[in-house]
């Protein structure tokens, strides 16, 4: 096992928004998911359940719904009121632009710990995904827009009232030409701290 290659993919990992016109072959798609669907979970069965949207005719549907959703949401009464025509069809656009989405949901749990380990689960399910796809030059973007709320954008799309929608993935090649965004992350000692430590801050912070 190649713990540093492990490693790189995980650092140099972005979030590509950027679309390209080339298509990523279903096959593809389907190794991907079957390497993400290594993530650990701790229910009997694996928790994720994945929507695939690739053909033209599923996209339409699809943006469609998304669009209703937003009408239906009253998303659009955050914009500027001059430019919200442009933003429905900047939005619009995007979407229909997108070469291939996931949907990918996770069982709503019975209880809180249930539902804590089905959203767990799936979130490094897609993790996965993200890892796999990065390491084929293939981009992600993961989404947790308004429309994922939405029970009638639910339904609609063909997710059961049992199951919550974790992403929305956008997926795209990667245009070798395009600058990636530099990630930078807060230092270790900003958020990990040992017990006793933990422990005086609280006491002092309560006096």
Same mark, same amino acid.
Not at 23 to 38: C, N, R, W
Not at 58 to 64: G, I, S
């Given at each position: @096992?190649? @713990?540093?290659?492990?490693?790189?993919?995980?650092?140099?990992?972005?979030?590509?928004?950027?679309?390209?016109?080339?298509?990523?072959? &279903?096959?593809?798609?389907?190794?991907? &998911?079957?390497?993400?669907?290594?993530?650990?979970?701790?229910?009997?069965?694996?928790?994720?359940?994945?929507?695939?949207?690739?053909?033209?005719?599923?996209?339409?549907?699809?943006?469609?719904?998304? @669009?209703?959703?937003?009408?239906?949401?009253?998303?659009?009464?955050?914009?500027?009121?001059?430019?919200?025509?442009?933003?429905?069809?900047?939005?619009?656009?995007?979407?229909?632009?997108?070469?291939?989405?996931?949907?990918?949901?996770?069982?709503?749990?019975?209880?809180?710990?249930?539902?804590?380990?089905?959203?767990?689960?799936?979130?490094?399910?897609?993790?996965?995904?993200?890892?796999?796809?990065?390491?084929?030059?293939?981009?992600?973007?993961?989404?947790?827009?308004?429309?994922?709320?939405?029970?009638?954008?639910?339904?609609?799309?063909?997710?059961?009232?049992?199951?919550?929608?974790?992403? &929305?993935?956008?997926?795209?090649?990667?245009?070798?030409?395009?600058?990636?965004?530099?990630?930078?992350?807060?230092?270790?000692?900003?958020?990990?701290?040992?017990?006793?430590?933990?422990?005086?801050?609280?006491?002092?912070?309560?006096?």
């Amino acid at each position: @096992m190649d @713990m540093n290659s492990i490693e790189q993919i995980i650092r140099e990992r972005r979030t590509i928004r950027t679309l390209t016109d080339q298509t990523v072959a &279903l096959d593809v798609i389907y190794e991907l &998911l079957e390497s993400a669907s290594y993530a650990p979970y701790h229910s009997k069965e694996e928790p994720w359940e994945v929507i695939i949207v690739s053909e033209e005719q599923e996209r339409q549907v699809f943006v469609k719904e998304i @669009m209703d959703s937003y009408d239906r949401l009253d998303i659009w009464s955050r914009y500027d009121q001059q430019n919200v025509a442009k933003a429905k069809t900047r939005t619009q656009d995007y979407f229909l632009e997108v070469p291939l989405s996931l949907v990918v949901t996770a069982p709503i749990g019975e209880s809180e710990k249930s539902n804590l380990e089905a959203i767990g689960a799936v979130s490094a399910f897609i993790q996965n995904i993200q890892l796999v796809a990065w390491s084929r030059q293939i981009g992600v973007t993961w989404r947790t827009i308004p429309v994922i709320f939405d029970k009638v954008f639910k339904q609609n799309i063909g997710v059961t009232e049992e199951r919550q929608i974790i992403g &929305l993935l956008d997926i795209s090649k990667i245009d070798e030409k395009q600058k990636l965004p530099i990630s930078r992350r807060n230092p270790v000692s900003q958020w990990a701290i040992g017990l006793t430590d933990k422990l005086s801050d609280f006491s002092e912070n309560n006096e």
